[in-house]
């Protein structure tokens, strides 16, 4: 079965650019996150869909983060306009939404802001 | 602000010894639990979930969780240095399955 897809792996841009990472969930799973990580914050979450609705957007860092989920099978995080302390790791992860399923992470985007 | 936090480490053993990680929870209504195991420059791998008291082994691993004292551990039995990697623990955020994840453990396997 194919996992959580992810795309870019690697971005690397210049201040100021829009950044857009993309996600493909497990076909089937109905929650979707983004999650951020760095060494000196560990794994952050950033906003999460369930049935393609955002829930919870607390961890957006400021305005230059917006997220859509326009279907079941896609989802986009974009940084306009990104900053070098946006440099991190990002990671997509789904879930079906039962009692006690986990959540599967894809292989993340690693972005770098000059 | 509900909070899960694990030592950083690292946690050194040598090859065959157990592994113990543990994580504290702030939260006391979490009613899951899991173990996740990061590789350098990879992602989160799911290796365990618990979410009633007491134990729950898989091969070399082990989940340990006690509710009332908001504790959760893993043991890792028979060390390789494979297993050399950095565990984080996430509990359920008590809505949607959104999880709050510890900062890590980083576990090194001394052959």
């Known amino acids: 079965d194919a996992g959580v897809i992810q795309s870019p792996r690697h971005e690397v841009t210049e201040m100021g650019q829009e950044v857009t990472l993309r996600c493909k969930p497990i076909?089937?799973?109905?929650?979707l996150f983004w999650y951020r990580q760095t060494m000196m914050r560990g794994l952050e979450l950033l906003i999460y869909f369930n049935n393609n609705v955002p829930i919870d957007d607390s961890g957006m860092p400021e305005d230059r983060f917006s997220a859509k989920m326009p279907n079941a099978s896609f989802s986009t995080l974009k940084i306009q306009p990104s900053e070098p302390r946006d440099s991190a790791v990002y990671f997509c992860a789904s879930r079906l939404d039962r009692r006690y399923q986990p959540q599967h992470f894809g292989d993340g985007t690693r972005l770098s802001i000059l | 602000q509900k909070e899960v936090e694990q030592n950083s480490g690292p946690l050194s053993v040598p090859e065959g010894a157990i592994a113990s990680l543990n994580c504290t929870y702030s939260?006391?209504?979490?009613?899951?639990f899991f173990w996740y195991r990061q590789y350098s420059g990879k992602s989160p791998e799911l290796i365990m979930f618990i979410y009633s008291n007491g134990d729950k082994e898989d091969g070399r691993f082990t989940a340990q969780l006690n509710k009332a004292s908001q504790y959760v551990s893993l043991l890792i039995r028979d060390s390789q240095p494979s297993d050399s990697a950095t565990y984080l623990c996430?509990?359920?955020?008590?809505?949607?399955?959104?999880?709050?994840f510890g900062k890590g453990t980083k576990l090194s396997v001394k052959p």
């Open positions: 939260d006391r209504g979490s009613q899951s």
């Open positions: 996430a509990v359920d955020g008590g809505s949607q399955g959104n999880l709050i």
């Open positions: 076909s089937g799973h109905n929650s």
